[in-house]
């Protein structure tokens, strides 16, 4: 499968982004899949996850409460919602897929065999 993220830019501190990430090759229905971050200079880091069915979602405690991750398998199309963004929530954001990632180990990129190119997220104070 082949991830397409879209969506970024730059926007103020209290903003709202929607991102999305396309998929292609395979239907989206079969994998896992995730949303990873890297700021400049700072490892990958965990943001959410969404199961097949989109019944389990977990969240980094860093974002819980003001990002929202969805699917549409329908549309082979992955979201995250974020709302009241802050300027540590600046980075890199990357979707990610997989289809045999074990649901505790959704929050580790290792886990991980299929990733979009990124797409860069802004926020000014």
């Known amino acids: 499968v082949q991830l397409q993220a879209s969506g970024g830019g730059l926007v103020q501190a209290g903003g709202s982004l929607r991102l999305s990430c396309a998929a292609s090759?395979?239907?989206?229905?079969?994998?896992?899949m995730a949303w990873f971050r890297q700021a400049p200079g700072k490892e990958r880091e965990f943001v959410a996850a969404?199961?097949?069915?989109?019944?389990?979602?977990p969240y980094a405690d860093s974002v819980k409460g003001r990002f929202t991750i969805s699917r549409d398998n329908a549309k082979n199309t992955l979201y995250l919602q974020m709302n009241s963004l802050k300027p540590e929530d600046t980075a890199v954001y990357y979707c990610?897929?997989?289809?045999?990632?074990?649901?505790?180990?959704?929050?580790?990129?290792?886990?991980?065999?299929?990733w979009g190119q990124g797409t860069k997220v802004t926020v000014s104070s």
């Open positions: 969404i199961t097949r069915s989109g019944s389990g979602t």
């Open positions: 990610a897929a997989s289809e045999t990632v074990i649901l505790s180990n959704m929050r580790s990129s290792e886990a991980y065999k299929y």
């Open positions: 090759g395979r239907t989206l229905n079969k994998y896992r």
